[in-house]
């Protein structure tokens, strides 16, 4: 589903799949207000707002237990909020059924933390499938030549038939991105990208992401505890503590804050 | 708690109001076992819903499907087999000393035949497939769950109710009468091999003597019962693994419990059924 002012433009390279949008909207891709979720008696949103405009990348900063991850699996509809809204580009999602989900989650992509690929899939199985299931139109050959391009781009096209337990953490990460950005979606929610892997192959996922970001023009948010990789690949970064926000802007306006809790979060990372 | 109708996430929804009304199996439990279980009973049931609605729905996952009859059903059919003829042999050489202590010797093949068909071979099937399958879906689902592809699954957009749970249960239910065959089948012919080597008889002979009065009430229901058998164990084992919790050790209680219970279930069940088939087809 499109906004009214979005408009569509098809690279002369990738005909058929690849689509990227022109700026031109008003609504934000992404706009949570008010989150609040707590499970049995403890709290872990408390009023969480935020907003992402298609194009741009949000990381979402914060101690261990702060609701990061909750908030992501909140706007993917994996959780349900007590209460609060979450808008995706435009459209009310709260309260959709798994049915209604579905339209919504075509557009978006999901990198988990732990990759959570299909382990009794090989690679390219895994890659492809979302198209298996949303792209019925498409033949095998094209479905192939689809996941063998998004393996290209993450620099996995040489280990399509091996399966994810013979993937190191990075490798499985990749594979999980490819899996990510099948549908082409217009935003992307990266979980922890970059946890538990070596400086190195960190740097290669923020590469890989900030290439496919520059590429795709997707909206995405990064929940991370790596302010380097957050620098990285965000324009904006939001600073969470006790499940609230307690700033949000560019990472120069972070080092301005003299809130304490930012200064210690910044100083310690 | 509540059914979320209009929760976000359809696996989620029901696991997390299972969440929050653990403990969820009656097996592994003590404290308040009537509320625990009530509470497991209206989740299953809740989770039941779910999986008929999403698979009355397009799109219809019909290579699943196909792939999990195949899974259930000829990968179990050697087990069910092998525990329906060694179900004949006992039968037969039990039976050949009961009747001929009164007399009876020549209602030997009846008695096998009708034994076979009537209850050991249904209810043999039901718990060898609840102890195969059940534990096999359990673990497969359960395992998936707590490493997240379950999530991933459906932030894909596909509904696992649908590409899980629907295409199992329904395997199940299709394949439990198949099975049945092939353990009556296997009962019979090693009923009249335990009785040949006993005494000389031809098979021919005992197939005419044991399904003598035999008609279509005799086999069919029995038979068909086991449908309901599959269900059953289809739908324990896909909850339970789908509504698991707790890494590994979470994994190993999803399988243990979809075994206890679909094996309770089915010899439940199995009570029952045989009153409404002699209700309905004396």
Redesign the interface.
């Known amino acids: 589903m499109t906004t009214s002012n979005q408009t569509w433009i098809q690279p002369a390279s990738d005909p058929g799949m690849r689509r990227r949008k022109v700026a031109g909207n008003s609504e934000p891709a992404v706009a949570v207000k008010d989150l609040h979720k707590s499970f049995?008696s403890q709290k872990v949103l408390d009023g969480v707002s935020l907003s992402v405009p298609q194009g741009e990348t949000l990381a979402v900063l914060g101690r261990s237990g702060t609701g990061k991850s909750v908030t992501l699996?909140?706007i993917?509809?994996?959780?349900?909020?007590d209460s609060g809204s979450v808008c995706i580009q435009g459209e009310e999602?709260?309260?959709?059924?798994?049915?209604q989900?579905?339209?919504v989650?075509?557009r978006?992509g999901?990198l988990?933390?732990?990759a959570?690929?299909?382990?009794s899939l090989n690679v390219e199985q895994n890659v492809a499938?979302?198209l298996v299931?949303?792209k019925?139109d498409m033949s095998k050959a094209e479905q192939r030549g689809r996941v063998m391009e998004l393996l290209s781009d993450v620099g996995m096209e040489n280990h399509s038939q091996k399966m994810p337990a013979d993937l190191s953490g990075g490798m499985q990460k990749r594979v999980g991105l490819a899996?990510a950005l099948a549908?082409d979606p217009d935003i992307l929610l990266l979980d922890e990208p970059t946890a538990g892997l070596d400086p190195i192959s960190s740097g290669e996922i923020d590469d890989l992401v900030l290439k496919l970001q520059q590429e795709h023009q997707m909206a995405s948010i990064v929940v991370t505890h790596d302010l380097h990789s957050a620098k990285c690949i965000a324009n904006r970064l939001a600073l969470l503590d006790k499940g609230e926000v307690v700033i949000e802007g560019t990472f120069e306006e972070l080092e301005k804050s003299d809130i304490p809790f930012v200064k210690d979060f910044l100083k310690h990372s | 708690m509540i059914p979320?109708?209009?929760?976000?996430?359809?696996?989620?929804?029901v696991p997390?109001g299972v969440q929050?009304s653990v403990p969820v199996d009656p097996e592994t439990t003590g404290g308040n076992l009537i509320g625990d279980f009530l509470a497991w009973f209206g989740n299953l049931g809740i989770f039941f819903w779910q999986v008929v609605r999403a698979a009355a729905?397009p799109?219809f996952e019909f290579a699943e499907f196909f792939r999990q009859m195949d899974e259930i059903g000829s990968k179990s059919l050697p087990l069910v087999a092998l525990a329906g003829a060694a179900t004949g042999i006992v039968l037969s050489m039990e039976a050949r000393y009961s009747l001929t202590r009164f007399g009876a010797k020549s209602l030997l093949p009846a008695a096998i035949v009708f034994s076979v068909i009537h209850e050991t071979g249904p209810i043999i099937t039901g718990l060898v497939v609840s102890g195969r399958v059940g534990a096999g879906i359990g673990a497969e689902l359960a395992?998936?769950k707590v490493?997240?592809?379950i999530?991933?699954?459906?932030?894909?957009?596909?509904?696992p109710?649908r590409?899980l749970a629907a295409t199992r249960i329904l395997a199940c239910i299709a394949m439990l009468p198949l099975l049945t065959l092939a353990a009556d089948a296997c009962g019979v012919v090693a009923g009249w091999f335990a009785q040949a080597l006993a005494q000389p008889l031809s098979f021919h002979q005992f197939i005419n003597s044991g399904f003598q009065g035999a008609d279509f009430n005799d086999f069919l229901p029995p038979t068909f019962k086991t449908a309901v058998f599959g269900l059953i164990i289809g739908l324990i084992a896909c909850y339970q693994g789908m509504s698991t919790k707790g890494g590994a050790a979470g994994v190993g209680r999803a399988a243990t419990s979809s075994v206890v219970l679909s094996s309770l279930f089915v010899i439940l069940a199995d009570v029952v059924l045989v009153k409404i088939i002699i209700v309905f087809f004396p």
């Open positions: 049995g699996r909140i993917i509809g994996l959780e349900k909020t999602i709260t309260g959709f059924t798994i049915d989900l579905s339209g989650r075509k978006m999901f988990f933390q732990q959570a690929l299909y382990d499938f979302p299931h949303h019925r899996r549908l | 979320q109708e209009n929760a976000g996430s359809g696996i989620q929804s997390q929050d729905t799109p395992s998936m490493t997240e592809q999530d991933a699954i459906e932030a894909s957009a596909v509904n109710y590409l």
